[in-house]
T-cell receptor, first 111, second 112 residues
């Protein structure tokens, strides 16, 4: 069945270092969404990418959607403590009313 | 303010008891969803509803039931048939024309 794989599962960084999470779908996606979940909180929508090769920026966050619309990445430049949390990617299932979720990448800032 | 309200935030139950988790939205959204999240895991879909009086099973519907009698409300019942109900339950909704999900703050269920 349709799957969305996300790596790595965890990433430990020093504050100020960069962070990247990667998302790969087994099928071509019409769009891909990214969410952030703070510890103990609920997922919050960050962005949706729709076009092949699309790149969008939100301050220190850069989102990319692959040319084949099967992979995506989120890159955070110069991480801050406020970036801590788990980042999820999600793509629509065939019906388009459901999303298939990656397992998430947990960003941990080393003390 | 518009949003999704889930209650209770924390719930403890004994084995063999049914519990109902409430989810109310005032966003005028048509579609509503229930997800389950286990520690360190992603989100798994339990049930979803696209319109009033209609709902579909997600990937892990066994041991759960829902109703959608009003557009604003989508309660989830965790029945005694659910073998491992301890988890974080998230309700979400989305409107027409976009599939961005809005989540409630979640309900944390612990079975004693």
């Amino acid at each position: 069945g349709q799957q969305v794989m996300q790596i790595p599962q965890y990433q430990h960084v020093q504050e100020g270092e960069d962070f990247t999470t990667y998302c790969n779908s087994s099928t071509t996606l019409s769009n891909i969404q990214w969410y952030k979940q703070r510890p103990g909180g609920h997922p919050v929508f960050l962005i949706q990418l729709v076009k092949s090769g699309e790149v969008k920026k939100q301050k220190r966050l850069t989102f990319q959607f692959g040319e084949a619309k099967k992979n995506s990445s989120l890159h955070i430049t110069a991480t801050q403590t406020t970036d801590v949390g788990t980042y999820f990617c999600a793509g629509p299932k065939d019906s388009n009313y459901q999303l298939i979720w990656g397992a998430g990448t947990k960003l941990i800032i080393k003390p | 303010d518009g949003g999704i309200t889930q209650s209770p935030k924390y719930l403890f139950r004994k084995e063999g008891q049914n519990v109902t988790l409430s989810c109310e939205q005032n966003l005028n959204h048509d579609a509503m969803y229930w997800y389950r999240q286990d520690p360190g895991q992603g989100l798994r879909l339990i049930y979803y509803s696209q319109i009033v009086n209609d709902f579909q099973k997600g990937d892990i519907a066994e041991g759960y039931s829902v109703s959608r009698e009003k557009k604003e409300s989508f309660p989830l019942t965790v029945t005694s048939a659910q073998k491992n109900p301890t988890a974080f339950y998230l309700c979400a909704s989305t409107g027409q024309g976009h599939r961005k999900l809005f989540f409630g703050e979640g309900s944390r269920l612990t079975v004693l």
